[in-house]
């Protein structure tokens, strides 16, 4: 359900950077005064996305044809992932699938992870483990919830502590360009200062106003810190400046520098991450690898989440499983039809696929995308309706083997799945209770079969009680209420059942060709089809 609500609104993400707006805020650049984005050489990927940079949808131009490096802001593993990580992550894997699936792109994807930090040394004098051991945990609690939301991992992840060496480098070049400095307490920062109007590139801050106080070893208020001194007892590595740890914003720089170079084509994170960490970074690797452009394109999210978005995409989820359901009984003879008007629906498929394109292509538009094909869906369920009487008319089953066909493709590329087997509950006993349910609907349904069925003609042998008096319509007419009244307790025992599912969740609906069941979680259905024999 989370992908699906992240594939709605996975083309929402955040507009303009952020800024304080307060009162006493720094000066801020005008639109003017900003440095301007600068379109990148390579190829055109096809698509025109949101550019935090340029603040505008920009043509994605890649360095390498039909290949795209991404850099992923990973967590900080101090405690368990949460709504805002999981709505990030859903929706940038929504737009990897896309850029994949629909246009052919090979994203090679690093992401890193930072597994020492103040929160994670803090949380782990508070649990009394080492902050190495307490990471480790966080790290793989992550990495199982992600899989549990169908995100697909990065080709690679990088952990702070494993590149240590390659940070103090970084750091050591940055401080011979002549970019940061080291003070007596050991601490190594960043000079703001020293960029000018080189620095503010995703915000609007200028570094060039007055500071503040500052209580601290920095020469400047807006100085941000690039080797941390080692505090009594705290996990530290050693340094030309004495044992310490790396501060945050150099990790990223460091760890995508070391896999692409300065060569980047997509960086990504949630809008909180704009200012300072993603600003910090792109003056950090600006200045080590001596470019004017490092990273072309900042994708950002905002957590867009309420109870009616939820509510919105169970109804969705709903209609989509109906109609895949329902138009695989038609395929199978289950569900009697009048004649489909074929040329129709071919012509609402091949026009969804189009839009389906176009909208991927217009800044990853998935809400446009999904419309469309809610709208093919309308079309297809107008024409299944069912009737009471078979005319012999042929079934069409081809086109409606398409549609489902392209739909589950379509969500399958974005993480989704919609197929038969599918079962709202989790876990290792997922596919034996669907196995068990299909078999106990299948039984309840030839039971409901045979109470239902009664004789169309009558007996030729008087029923006990019977005169030789009475007609055979009237002998008919009294073996059938006899019939119905001998068989109506399986049919209370099937309603009986039916009942006691239904508190546990299950619910059980008797259709003319077939019986659904359903397990209910959170008022989510996922439905479930079984024929009746």
């Known amino acids: 359900m989370a992908m699906l609500r992240g594939a709605v609104a996975a083309a929402r993400r955040c507009g303009p950077g952020p800024g304080t707006g307060k009162a006493g805020a720094p000066r801020r650049y005008s639109a003017a005064e900003r440095r301007r984005w600068v379109p990148p050489a390579g190829r055109d990927s096809g698509i025109v996305a949101y550019n935090s940079r340029s603040r505008s949808k920009e043509p994605l131009v890649l360095g390498t044809e039909g290949v795209a490096t991404w850099y992923s802001c990973g967590p900080t593993v101090y405690d368990r992932a949460h709504l805002g990580h999981a709505s990030s992550y859903v929706r940038f894997d929504i737009i990897r699938r896309i850029m994949t699936r629909f246009f052919g792109i090979e994203v090679i994807m690093v992401m890193g992870i930072t597994d020492i930090d103040d929160k994670i040394i803090k949380r782990a004098n508070e649990m009394n483990i080492s902050p190495l051991a307490l990471a480790r945990i966080y790290e793989d609690d992550f990495k199982q919830d992600m899989a549990a939301l169908k995100v697909l991992p990065p080709t690679v992840y990088m952990r702070v502590t494993d590149n240590i060496p ?44 007055q500071d503040e106080a500052v209580e601290s070893d920095k020469r400047h208020g807006k100085d941000f810190a690039l080797w941390k001194a080692a505090k009594p007892q705290e996990l530290s590595w050693t340094s030309p400046w004495g044992k310490g740890r790396p501060g945050w914003h150099i990790e990223c720089s460091t760890i995508s520098s070391a896999v692409f170079g300065k060569q980047l084509d997509i960086h990504t994170g949630g809008i909180d991450l704009a200012f300072p960490h993603h ?42 499983s109906s109609f895949i359901r329902d138009a695989n009984a038609y395929i199978k003879g289950q569900l009697v039809c009048d004649p489909v008007r074929e040329d129709i629906l071919w012509e609402r498929l091949a026009n969804t696929k189009v839009t389906v394109k176009a909208a991927f292509a217009d800044d990853f538009d998935t809400s446009r995308a999904v419309a469309a094909i809610m709208d093919l869906i309308h079309h297809g369920n107008r024409q299944l309706k069912a009737v009471t009487k078979d005319a012999g008319s042929p079934r069409s089953s081809v086109v409606y083997g398409s549609i489902i066909s392209y739909i589950e493709g379509f969500f399958n590329a974005l993480g989704m799945s919609f197929g038969e087997r599918q079962v709202a509950l989790g876990g290792d006993n997922s596919a034996v209770l669907s196995n068990v349910m299909d078999e106990l609907v299948k039984f309840r349904a030839k039971v409901r079969h045979y109470a239902l069925a009664l004789p169309e003609a009558a007996g030729t042998v008087p029923l006990e009680g019977a005169t030789a008096a009475k007609g055979p319509e009237q002998e008919q007419k009294e073996k059938r209420q006899q019939l119905m009244q001998e068989r109506k307790p399986l049919l209370e025992a099937c309603d009986s059942l039916r009942g006691d599912l239904a508190a546990f969740g299950i619910h059980i609906k008797d259709r003319a060709a077939v019986s659904t069941w359903e397990i209910v979680e959170g008022g989510q259905a996922e439905q479930q089809t079984e024929k009746k024999s």
């Open 279 to 320: 600003e910090n970074e792109i003056a950090q690797c600006e200045v080590y690898h001596q470019c004017e452009q490092w990273g072309n394109y900042f994708l950002h999210s905002a957590v867009e989440f309420s109870d009616e978005s939820m509510e919105d995409a169970k109804h969705l989820h709903q209609a989509i």
């Open 166 to 209: 390659h940070i103090i480098s970084f750091i050591k070049k940055i401080i011979a360009c002549g970019q940061a400095y080291a003070t007596s307490q050991g601490n190594v920062y960043f000079d703001v200062k020293s960029l000018g109007k080189r620095y503010g590139v995703l915000t609007t801050i200028c570094p060039d106003t």
